[in-house]
């Protein structure tokens, strides 16, 4: 696991390089409670299941937003992409894969949701955002905020479902 987390992280910096900081972090953010979703969904006993509809549609604005923000990355309409499309969709790829080794770090922190921990550092990529104007290396992108703004809200709406009770649908799924 050592080694294959030290692959990811050089990947996670090389994405950097490549993509505009922002929108990175924040896909790497937004697939973290969607794998632990998927655990949950595919048995796995360590992983969270949705606890309400209220996370389960704030998660739904998340995998939305992230859709939104690969899609502005390859189309060229984010403050940074340097090379083509092709190494937009590679960076994905491998974020997919270091998804899992993060949700086995977060699950350590027992004291609360994975799912919801994960959606509360949603305010990481805003940070990032405002961060890499300040440096000026990366052109402010209007696409970027609409797409960050998305996942921010979707989010938020999944901490608040995290923090009410369970109800008896969301929890069979």
Do not use: H
Request: aromatic share 12%.
């Amino acid at each position: 696991m050592n080694i294959s987390t030290t692959f990811v992280w050089i990947a996670y910096f090389f994405a950097l390089q490549m993509i505009e900081p922002a929108v990175v972090f924040t896909i790497f953010s937004g697939l973290i409670p969607i794998a632990i979703l998927a655990a949950a969904w595919f048995g796995l006993s360590e992983a969270s299941p949705l606890r309400n509809r209220a996370e389960g549609s704030g998660l739904l604005v998340v995998v939305l937003a992230i859709a939104y923000l690969c899609a502005i990355t390859m189309l060229g309409r984010s403050g940074l992409l340097r090379g083509d499309w092709t190494i937009a969709v590679v960076v994905v790829i491998g974020f997919a894969i270091m998804v899992f080794l993060v949700f086995a770090m977060q699950k350590a922190i027992s004291l609360m949701s994975t799912l919801t921990l994960t959606a509360i550092t949603a305010l990481g990529p805003v940070f990032v955002f405002l961060f890499q104007i300040i440096e000026g290396r990366v052109d402010f992108a209007p696409a970027t905020m609409t797409g960050l703004t998305i996942y921010f809200a979707g989010a938020i709406l999944a901490a608040y479902g995290g923090a009410r009770r369970p109800d008896r649908k969301a929890a069979q799924v």
